[in-house]
């Protein structure tokens, strides 16, 4: 694959801190009972950060293999596309798909003034640790402390700018990554949670729930992926699957239903190929359902945002 270079400048924009902040009530500016110097100082270097993103969505699945990193792909290139200033940060430690699905393996992170650069696609913001590691078939061996210490540093050393938006993609599950997502960014707009038919995957679906509830981040809606089989040539929909098991656990968990995406071949072409399935297939009915969820998506961040 031809490699892709870097932008070359930054749109950081001019670095602030929270001695510069003229918000009087932040608590981030108090000193916490006990914190050292290096603790204090870290928190506002975080925060700072933070403060310049406006929404902070999380995409989990409780099951692998449901296509979360297809969905997280795909919404933040919808919003980027909507108009909006959009990051993608990649925090599957041990499987970090995104630079191969926009495309973009082999590409190396430079330094900046003030940190990290993402990867600037079209306009799109992008960090992932498949950037940092000098062979794609490397294995990473890390327990608790290195996986949450490397998110700090994905949110505190990168210079994501100002934001209208940052997509997290996490791995599936409710352990070390999302754990340290949340209890980092303090307070999260949302997050989407993505589950195919299946019951073994829809019981884990109902896990990720009530692991955002105890967080308390909202839960913007459930998607169900792969939900029967899309025909390539006319787009008609056949069930292969059971269906409908995404709508019940959204239904008995009182959560949103966000809808349901057919298995199509498009899909698994766009991101096999390092393209946007939302940019490359636009015309396709599959394309028009992910279109609908995803402004079902925005209906119900905004939505939170007004409690």
């Known amino acids: 694959m031809k490699e892709k270079e870097q932008a070359s400048g930054s749109a950081a924009g001019p670095a602030r801190s929270c001695s510069t902040c003229g918000d009087t009530s932040c608590q981030e500016a108090r000193r916490k009972d006990g914190e050292s110097d290096r603790d204090f100082q870290d928190r506002q270097a975080l925060q700072s950060r933070l ?33 909006k200033r959009v990051g993608l940060l990649d925090v599957d430690i041990h499987g970090p798909s995104i630079p191969t699905m926009l495309g973009l393996e082999g590409v190396s992170i430079r330094a900046g003034g003030d940190g990290m650069v993402p990867v600037d696609l079209n306009g799109l913001k992008v960090m992932s640790l498949g950037f940092l590691l000098g062979n794609q078939d490397e294995a990473v061996i890390w327990r608790g402390p290195m996986k949450m210490q490397v998110i700090r540093q994905f949110l505190k050393d990168v210079e994501w700018g100002e934001l209208d938006v940052l997509v997290i993609d996490s791995p599936p599950g409710t352990g070390d990554e999302p754990l340290s997502v949340c209890q980092l960014i303090g307070k999260l707009d949302g997050a989407v949670v993505v589950t195919t ?11 990720s729930i009530t692991f955002c509830r105890r967080l308390q981040v ?10 029967g089989f899309a025909c390539p040539a006319c787009g008609a929909v056949t069930q292969i699957f059971r269906d409908g098991g995404g709508k019940k656990i959204a239904e008995d968990m009182n959560v949103p239903f966000l809808g349901s995406v057919p298995i199509d071949p498009n899909i698994a072409v766009a991101g096999d190929g390092g393209r946007v399935f939302l940019e490359e297939f636009v015309s396709t009915p599959t394309a028009a359902i992910m279109r609908r969820i995803i402004e079902k998506t925005e209906e119900s961040r905004t939505k939170n945002r007004k409690k």
């Open 51 to 83: 403060c310049r993103i406006g929404s902070k969505i999380i995409v989990l699945s409780g099951k692998g293999g449901v296509g979360k990193s297809t969905v997280a792909v795909n919404l933040a290139a919808a919003l980027r596309l909507a108009g």
């Open 218 to 227: 909202p839960v913007l809606g459930v998607l169900e992926n792969m939900s």
């Open 197 to 207: 038919p299946q019951k073994v995957a829809a019981v884990d679906v109902r896990k």
